[in-house]
């Protein structure tokens, strides 16, 4: 780990967050595509949820990739990386609007999603290893409010341009022009930033001489060594699926059940999720470990989850909000607990983590044809395991060192 005072690292935190706000609102679109696509390509319910596997399979197959970029590139170039591969990925969706094209439409998504998976592994293990490990669940924190306020706000932006209670097609050309030149503009920014390059305990051979070195991680020969990392991939795998359950369902769940102004609906979401951010940067580490947070945020979600299923009507709507409070830790805590004792396997372990984020995609795959079959309510079930899973993690999986 880096050896950062608080002051040094103000800058490139300020850095980093505003690139993690650009990821944010890259996933906010998403959002806004599913329900838009149903009418745009007169596909089902269950269909337009291929929006967010077309995005996060990106992330399983490039994932593995993540590594060996950020071991030849670092991290700032890695970031840049990302954000053109995102540029090239929005640039891609204008074809697609003016031949009507849903595969060309998902490909774009993919190709966005490339830079997506890039941009997160570079940012989560960099805030990880930029200062202490026990407060690593904080700084991430703050990187959830950054994508979590412009996740909201991607639809106001997009408001702009669009109608967005009567969405046409070709309505989306001029917005996603926009958008590609402001992220070619922001990746030259970035380019020429005074972000340093950080290395994790055991990375630096000239320190790992001095004695900075992780004794668990020398040895082992390979990444698969790891059973915490191992097991930190299903619990990234989880914990996205739960975390962007609510951001990326809401709407079209009020939506279904007529409720007015459906857009806005997010916004509780992620109110909620910065709420618990806040709690997560107030409370760790000094009144709360990381671990003691982590389970805590899966027993109330478990818990609220049971009360948005069985609720009838429009009630549970707003507990949807309070599964976003319990999830908005989850993965700042998850991937700092994955990636500790790696020493030089950090990066390798990053990109392996990476390829977890697939569970975005799939979970919401299942919730799409949940509520294509029982209805919204009941599809948000899903929760519950992914909340389980992350709890055997935080109390027992994180733990493992053999």
């Known amino acids: 780990m880096s050896k950062t005072t608080k002051k040094s690292m103000l800058i490139p935190l300020l850095i980093v967050g505003s690139m993690n706000a650009v990821l944010g609102f890259a996933l906010g679109v998403n959002a806004?595509?599913?329900?838009?696509?149903?009418?745009?390509?007169?596909?089902?319910?269950?269909?337009?949820?291929?929006?967010?596997?077309?995005?996060?399979?990106a992330y399983l197959i490039f994932g593995v990739f993540t590594g060996p970029i950020?071991?030849?590139?670092?991290?700032?170039?890695?970031m840049v990386i990302a954000l053109l591969l995102m540029a090239v990925g929005f640039l891609l969706v204008v074809p697609s609007a003016k031949t009507t094209s849903f595969p060309l439409f998902l490909t774009a998504l993919f190709i966005n999603g490339l830079g997506q998976a890039l941009l997160t592994g570079a940012y989560s293990t960099y805030v990880s290893i930029i200062g202490n490990p026990d407060s690593a669940a904080a700084r991430i924190s703050?990187?959830?409010?950054?994508?979590k306020v412009f996740y909201a706000a991607a639809s106001f932006i997009l408001a702009i341009f669009i109608d967005l209670a009567d969405v046409e097609i070709g309505d989306t050309i001029v917005p996603f022009y926009v958008i590609s030149a402001v992220l070619l503009v922001?990746?030259?920014?970035?380019y020429f930033s005074p972000l340093p390059e950080v290395k994790a305990i055991g990375e630096d051979p000239v320190l790992s001489e001095k004695g900075n070195d992780s004794a668990y991680a020398d040895s082992k020969r390979h990444i698969w060594q790891f059973p915490h990392l191992l097991l930190g991939v299903a619990a990234i795998f989880f914990t996205v699926g739960v975390e962007y359950l609510g951001l990326s369902t809401i709407n079209d769940y009020a939506r279904s059940m007529g409720l007015p102004n459906p857009q806005n609906y997010v916004w509780l979401v992620s109110a909620a999720m910065i709420l618990g951010y806040l709690a997560g940067m107030l409370l760790i580490p000094n009144c709360l470990s990381q671990t003691n947070a982590l389970v805590a945020s899966t027993i109330l979600g478990m818990t609220t989850t049971l009360v948005i299923v069985l609720i009838p009507g429009a009630a549970s709507i707003y507990f949807v909000p309070v599964l976003g409070f319990a999830s908005a830790l989850l993965w700042p805590v998850v991937?700092?607990?994955?990636i500790a004792d790696l020493g030089k396997f950090t990066k390798a372990g990053?990109?392996?983590?990476?390829?977890?984020?697939?569970?975005?995609?799939?979970?919401a795959l299942i919730f799409g044809f949940l509520a294509e079959t029982c209805g919204y309510r009941t599809a948000y079930i899903?929760?519950?395991?992914?909340c389980l899973f992350i709890f055997y993690y935080a109390l027992w999986g994180s733990k493992i060192r053999t």
């Open 32 to 57: 806004f595509f599913i329900p838009f696509v149903q009418q745009a390509f007169n596909v089902t319910t269950s269909m337009s949820y291929l929006i967010m596997v077309a995005t996060f399979s």
């Open 70 to 78: 950020l071991t030849k590139a670092g991290y700032k170039r890695g």
């Open 142 to 147: 703050v990187m959830g409010i950054c994508a």
């Open 186 to 190: 922001m990746g030259l920014v970035y």
């Open 335 to 338: 991937w700092p607990l994955a």
């Open 350 to 363: 990053s990109s392996l983590l990476v390829t977890g984020i697939i569970g975005t995609g799939a979970i």
């Open 382 to 386: 899903v929760a519950f395991p992914s």
